[in-house]
């Protein structure tokens, strides 16, 4: 799973606009987005206009839980070992505890009992080759290796990005199909693992890939995606292809050619040039947006910076934590609610403001508190001139009904302290930026 620096060529990057298509009409007065999410879908939709006021729209939440059991982060951890000599092998105590202090309940990859020590349950990797070709005959040993540890795992993954690190295999599609066939029949005919679901293939890119799986679909429970976007903005468009919309949807309708049921796991997305900052203020909301196009697990890559050089991670080689690690770390500790029994409520609720490239998500807690997500889906990083890009504050005023009884504001990339305070009111006025901000209403 060693990466390279992703050059994906894209166009130069202004900041798109936002499709009303995905997002309904965005008025330059006020408006209105939300969710209504099945347990395997993030999809936003209204969900009622009638009895609302002008302007207001009825909004159903998610529950908070199953957002943040979507979180990950990407290691390079395969039981006992790691690959190519890196740094979670050579101390993973100390990497599990990093990980376990993040707040995330999985990480893609596994560690032997990490669950039983740590709380963290891993993703099986089944990715066995002979000179670069994939070698079936190697599944078997390499799902041996979990034995006993079925329990600490939320899934199997098949092999990583083959599309372009197979290209000595002149029949690489075959050899990907036959290898998909045959990790599902060993897992299938294990009762300690067939209840597990089956990640498919990932790719390096949608185009001409997924598609080639069309024939082996019925043996993959997930699809699977990297969706690096060439150090644009999480919310980013297909730029060479505008027809095409959101990476994010050019992925998910691309991989769902290869799995035969319609939920995607992104397994890889992350950056490399970026600044420190920007990455901070990006990761909070790539989870959020994926989350709600539809994602239902994304893990980040990955947890340390990575081989000759390369700045992905979380965390430097001497596991010192990166801003990244903060904002992430915030972020899951202000939304963490383990209710996932509770049907959640609707809210109605109004913005009033400028909200062209306002992104919102609405969640519940257990306890009945609301946490409006809401953010700037603009670019931080102008990636052709090396620029950390400022975008000011929007001024916005959310309008509810009625008072809650408490409101609170936070934002992930500066603490988990509120950065403001309301009592029994109905009107909040925020000043939206482009990283991560969490209005909390009790009632």
Known sequence: ???????????????????????GILGAIAVTLGVLIPLHSANQELISQSGARPGANVVRAVRANDFVESIGVTTHFWVNTAAGGSVEGKNPNAVLSKIQRLGVRFYRGYYANS??????????????????ILDP?????SLDRYRGYERELIAIEGPNEYDLNGGRDRNKWRTLQTYTRE???????????????????????????????????????????HPYSGDLRPESYWDEHPPNGHYIEVWKREASKASAAPRIWATEVGWNDTPDRVKAKYAPRTYAWFFKRGVERTTVFQTIDGFNGEKWGLLRPDLSEKPAYFSIKNFISILN??????????????????????????????????EL?????????????????????????????RNVRTARVFMPLLGTSPVQNFRSTNSIPIAVPDHMMIVELSA
């Open 1 to 23: 799973m060693k990466k390279r620096y992703r050059t994906r060529k894209r166009s130069r990057n202004p900041i798109p606009r936002v499709s009303i298509v995905l997002f």
């Open 373 to 401: 997500l809401i953010w700037q889906a603009a670019s931080c990083w102008n990636r052709d001139r090396k620029l950390e890009v400022t975008n000011p504050n929007r001024n916005l005023v959310l309008t509810l009904p």
């Open 337 to 370: 609610d383990r209710d996932a029994t509770f049907s959640p409520d609707s809210l109605t609720y109004t913005l009033k403001g400028d909200t062209r490239g306002i992104e919102t998500l609405l969640l519940q807690k257990g306890n009945g508190t609301f």
């Open 137 to 141: 005959g190697g599944i078997r040993a």
């Open 183 to 225: 990790i599902a029949q060993q897992v299938r005919s294990r009762p300690e693992l067939r209840s597990l679901p089956i990640v498919g293939p990932s790719m390096a890119s949608p185009f001409n890939t997924y598609s080639q799986l069309a024939s082996v679909r019925q043996f993959i429970d997930r699809g699977n995606i």
């Open 115 to 132: 669950f039983r020590n740590y709380g963290l349950k891993g993703m099986a990797w089944v990715d066995t080759r002979r000179n670069d």
